[in-house]
């Protein structure tokens, strides 16, 4: 369709334009994006070292060594998964609270007696109808009879 002549010319002028793009749009565009993602890159989390992950590692073992043992010095081990905290000093708070709570429904939950019925001898009897000798009678009856 078209001789060599014009389409070196046409493919000329595409190269010219596309630098010029490049140039003028393309180029600040990228320099954009470039500081924007250097701009996040401080955001991101940075990636940690074995030595770190096994440190963290070790924090946390030694933290759930002195929960148990805390939990034990309190007679509590048994409750260790109750206890979901970050550190030793929400761990003794908690404690003292579920202590708190406990000693208050061991308290509520103890024993407590029914009315109990008056359980009245004969002497008793006697004494409230202020009757005398049937008091004498009612000791001297329960000296006699054992």
Known sequence: ???????????????KEKDKWVTEELTPKLSEYKATIKELEKYKPKTLTEEEKKLQEKELELFNKEKELLLREHGLSEFGELFNVESIEELETKIAKFKE???????DNSFIPADKKNVTDK????????????????????????
């Open 123 to 146: 002497y008793s009897e006697f004494e409230k109808s202020k009757n005398v000798t049937g008091m004498i009678s009612s000791k001297l009856s329960s000296l006699f009879n054992k």
């Open 1 to 15: 369709m078209f001789t060599e002549e014009q389409q070196a010319k046409i493919n000329e002028m595409i190269n």
């Open 101 to 107: 709570v406990m000693a208050e429904k061991k308290i």
